[in-house]
């Protein structure tokens, strides 16, 4: 069995400093070494720029105080961090549901590309966020200020084309998105690189999951209560979906099955991070193992998350910590324990 750490960083200030902190905090980091291994060596950074310049500017200050801390060129640091044009992913899990009361999801991969990084992020010029990041200054998965959370699904590389990757669409929606409505507009003005499901919720009880391809989105919605995995379950996409999905077919039902189970944000959180759920994975040689649990409560803005296999949830009020109230808390704790 392995431990692992996630470090909790908590920043508030311009998006240059912002990045640069994080690039001093992350220096060290075995991610920048795998990211370097597996992006590419450049990538057309004015495509990348005129991207940002037109749905997120303020990211682009970041990454440039990214590149300060890391010691980076800017082409550098556009290519390993900067999210767009990055090479295929082949696999990658993801479970959620979608209540108007909350959103509870797990995230699954491999703790070999896991950055290790919990984000609260007060910008200047953009909205507060809490989130797991990926790639830096992607995330896996958050909330924002304003109560909307999200979270990416990896469905396949149908279509394939360089475009942003799904981590960095989530940025940028949990940045400049103020409800589940701005942030469907968003996803179908963004262009994709691959497919991915987004799964959302706002403080309002406006639940959707939008499946997004290269090509164009779709969306789904519930009144009462969503589930998210890794396939396209409507029939203008479907054919986007991998060859085999009979896994992600049977997450989904087992999710819809809890409909009348009338279960409470706290009792969701523990059924998705038991070892034993039928949500919770240990396949990591095969980038099918849970990571974290990741969730919010609406009405009195309230994260619960938690590692694999963690013994303390990490339970924050945003709002509170929006108004300037820093947590105490500094890291989380998991343990990766592969199926025998």
């Known amino acids: 069995m392995q431990h692992f750490q996630v470090k909790v960083l908590q920043h508030r200030g311009s998006s240059y400093e912002i990045g640069k902190t994080l690039g001093q905090q992350a220096r060290h980091n075995p991610i920048?070494?795998?990211?370097?291994?597996?992006?590419?060596?450049q990538i057309d950074v004015q495509a990348m720029e005129s991207i940002y310049t037109a749905f997120a500017p303020h990211v682009l200050e970041e990454l440039r105080g990214l590149a300060e801390g890391l010691e980076l060129t800017w082409g550098q640091v556009c290519a390993r961090f900067?999210?767009?044009?990055?090479?295929?992913?082949?696999?990658?899990?993801?479970?959620?549901?979608?209540?108007?009361?909350?959103?509870?999801?797990?995230?699954?991969?491999?703790?070999?590309f896991y950055d290790g990084f919990?984000?609260?992020?007060?910008?200047?010029?953009?909205f507060a966020t809490a989130g797991y990041n990926l790639q830096l200054i992607g995330r896996h998965d958050g909330v924002n200020?304003?109560?909307l959370v999200i979270g990416l699904h990896f469905v396949s590389n149908a279509g394939y084309t360089r475009g942003i990757s799904a981590w960095t669409a989530v940025r940028m929606v949990l940045d400049t998105c103020q409800n589940v409505e701005d942030a469907i507009q968003l996803l179908q003005e963004l262009?994709?690189?691959?497919?991915?499901?987004?799964?959302i919720g706002d403080k309002s009880g406006d639940l959707a999951v939008v499946e997004a391809s290269p090509e164009g989105i779709q969306v789904r919605r519930d009144a009462a209560l969503l589930s998210c995995v890794n396939h396209f379950q409507t029939d203008l996409l479907a054919p986007k979906n991998r060859s085999i999905i009979a896994g992600s077919v049977k997450r989904n039902a087992y999710m819809q099955g809890l409909q009348d189970k009338a279960y409470t944000q706290d009792e969701m959180v523990q059924l998705f991070k038991d070892k034993e759920s039928p949500l919770f994975f240990r396949d990591y040689a095969d980038l099918f193992g849970t990571l974290h649990t990741f969730s919010y409560a609406y009405q009195d803005a309230r994260i619960v998350t938690v590692l694999a296999q963690g013994e303390r949830f990490f339970t924050l009020n945003f709002a509170d910590w929006v108004r300037g109230q820093d947590t105490p808390v500094e890291w989380l704790e998991g343990k990766i324990e592969e199926n025998k």
């Open 32 to 41: 920048v070494q795998t990211f370097e291994k597996i992006t590419r060596d």
């Open 82 to 112: 900067g999210g767009y044009d990055v090479p295929k992913t082949e696999a990658m899990g993801c479970s959620a549901i979608l209540t108007r009361d909350y959103y509870v999801r797990n995230y699954d991969f491999s703790p070999d």
């Open 118 to 126: 919990f984000s609260l992020l007060q910008p200047d010029q953009a």
């Open 145 to 147: 200020e304003h109560g």
């Open 191 to 199: 262009p994709h690189a691959a497919c991915y499901n987004f799964s």
